[in-house]
């Protein structure tokens, strides 16, 4: 069947009120989130397009930076063709009222064709264009590629019926969708870095890709292999031209930036070619004289594989001593989880045994690591909790979590894990999870199948929201620091012991909660005392960070820090009855 273009976009296309030449591409944030970081997606998607098109114009604004007033001007000065909007969670609502702003501003006649990219739309392009906007594309998958391709149509050199990766509303108002295409890795070229330092300077996480999808993609929590990543093998995983990461690293340390996380999901890849380039990135960075500090993220079997030869063993151990060498400081791990059961429920594909090894190889060669670890589901039982609690004890490794208390965030992409819950649900005969919070992009828990895990939630969320952006400042600030071998550093050193006693207070509560229920069952007093004894813990260590020498040093980096620590202290001693409204 032949696709009609629609007839919105036609007029956009013959308009003589636009500049065909001109893009926007926006970035919007979540108004109470406090991390800040460059929008890689925009920077990458505008470097494509600069790359391949001589007569093109792309600007970038993100909401971490400007206003929607500010964006909506620019539409106005620059009168681009094309308006690419990036939503990501929380930021479906933000969208709307720059929406509203457009429409009530801009004459029809001199509005550019809006297209939206990320996640949201990518897992929800039919509720978007049925339920709230019918005027606009969905870009789904990579938007190096639908970008591309509208450029060229709204330049009159490709054919509407030729645009991949989008979804639209034809004029009969049937939802129509086009081929999905992956962009090959040697296709990944230079972001465009024309705001990276506004981002640095505010100390913002600067990225690098090296790679795109994940090679094993298998997890049931994750995105990944519906979004960026594919079922299929070709396109699963597909590494970045090193000559280009390599380019591109060049580039970040002219600005004089020394610290970057790559964005890859999955950065060894596969097994034997992955850690084969690995290396050879490693010693290319190198050979290269690029001092650098640099993340990664990597799968548990990526690090130590059970099945492994003892040559293959050897080289993955080579790996991360020669990317060590070239600048790697922290590796990121998405552990999970410490219960066996619950890890196959994440689909997580590895054993415990095979992290335990892992964890030690990297003790080993001094290579700092984070781990991800999503403590509670809606599907746990208690003893799958108990599970968790031992396996950090016996580990020691809680002052390597990310955050002691997480639970699953379940999202429309998880489709997965949401077949899970609606098989629980209908042999149950209860609801687990309410309907999508469309801008959260998040299905509320209402119940748990064991009440015991209610009650733990409960407890844990309220002692930990009030302090959850002070603690995420402080691991921004200590990501790309190596503690295991900068033992001298006295101010790294406290930052880190900072962020040590906070988790150590945290798992401490967690413990006394579980054991309390054990012998208790569900007690409100009891567990109340735990919590305020608990809390007060933690308001001493930012009581005495607000006090030290090494505040001045925080603060001037993080300005808004004393009032956020001022406030959380307030409202920390209110908290003396927070299990009030739990009976």
């Known amino acids: 069947m032949v696709r009609a273009e629609p007839s919105y976009l036609k007029a956009i296309k013959n308009s003589i009120y636009l500049n065909k030449s001109n893009v926007i591409l926006v970035s919007l944030h979540p108004t109470d989130f406090s991390f800040i970081g460059e929008s890689h997606g925009i920077s990458v998607i505008s470097g494509y397009l600069k790359s391949v098109f001589n007569d093109i114009n792309v600007y970038l604004y993100d909401q971490q930076l400007d206003s929607l007033i500010d964006i909506l001007n620019s539409i106005k000065q620059f009168k681009p063709s094309i308006l ?3 939503l990501k969670i929380k930021t479906f609502e933000q969208f709307q009222i720059l929406y509203k702003m457009i429409t009530k501003e801009i004459p029809k006649e001199e509005r550019p064709v809006i297209i939206l990219g990320n996640s949201i739309p990518h897992f929800n392009g039919k ?8 005027d606009v594309l969905i870009g789904f998958g990579e938007g190096e590629i ?3 391709d509208l450029y060229n149509y709204i330049c009159n050199k490709q054919s509407f019926q030729t645009i991949r ?23 990944i070229l230079l972001p465009d870095r024309t705001r990276t330092l506004e981002f640095y300077s505010k100390g913002g996480e600067i990225y690098i890709e090296g790679s795109r999808g994940c090679a094993y993609c298998g997890c049931k929590i994750c995105e990944c292999k519906d979004f960026l990543g594919s079922r299929k093998f070709l396109n699963k995983w597909r590494p970045r031209a090193i000559d280009v990461i390599l380019l591109d690293l060049k580039n970040l340390i002219e600005f004089g930036i020394v610290n970057v996380t790559f964005s890859d999901e999955d950065f060894f890849g596969y097994d034997d070619f992955g850690i084969d380039r690995a290396i050879e990135l490693a010693k290319v960075i190198i050979s290269s004289n690029i001092n650098i500090n640099f993340r990664i993220n990597a799968r548990v079997k990526s690090i130590y594989n059970e099945n492994d030869s003892n040559e293959m063993r050897l ?3 080579s790996a991360i001593k020669v ?3 070239a600048g790697l400081v922290k590796i990121f791990l998405g552990l999970e989880s410490g219960s066996p059961t619950q890890l196959k429920r994440y689909g997580k594909g590895f054993k415990i045994s095979e992290f335990e090894n892992a964890y030690l190889l990297l003790n080993d060669l001094y290579v700092d690591y984070e781990l991800g670890f999503i403590l509670i589901d809606p599907l746990m039982n208690f003893n799958e909790l108990k599970e968790n609690i031992n396996f950090i004890e016996t580990n020691n490794c809680f002052s390597k979590i990310s955050s002691i208390y997480k639970k699953l965030r379940i999202q429309s992409g998880n489709k997965s894990y949401l077949n899970s819950v609606k098989y629980v649900e209908n042999k149950e005969g209860i609801k687990i999870i309410d309907d999508l919070d469309f801008n959260k992009q998040k299905y509320e828990i209402v119940s748990y199948v064991d009440d015991r895990i209610v009650f733990i939630d409960k407890l ?15 691991r921004i600030y200590t990501q790309y620091s190596q503690p295991l071998v900068n033992e001298n550093d006295s101010l790294q050193s406290t930052y880190f012991k900072i962020m040590s ?6 798992f401490d509560l967690l413990k006394e909660l579980v054991k309390s229920i054990e012998l208790n069952g569900i007690n409100f007093k009891k567990s109340n005392y735990f919590l305020v004894t608990y809390e007060k813990k933690k308001r001493i260590v930012f009581e005495n960070f607000l006090k030290s020498d090494l505040f001045t040093n925080f603060s001037f980096k993080y300005p808004s820090l004393e009032y956020e620590i001022k406030e959380y202290i307030t409202n920390s001693k209110l908290l003396t009855s927070c299990c009030n409204d739990f009976e």
Do not use: A
């Open 84 to 86: 690419g909007i990036s």
């Open 127 to 134: 509720t978007i264009l049925t339920k709230y906007f019918s």
């Open 146 to 148: 639908v970008m591309g």
């Open 165 to 187: 990766n989008i979804m639209y509303l034809s004029d009969d108002g049937k939802v129509q969708s086009t081929f999905k295409s992956y962009l090959n890795g040697n296709n």
């Open 315 to 317: 080289k993955r151990k």
């Open 323 to 325: 990317l060590k060498k």
């Open 460 to 474: 844990m969320n309220k002692f930990s929201k009030t302090s959850y952006k002070l603690y995420y400042l402080l």
């Open 501 to 506: 006693d906070l988790k150590k207070i945290e």
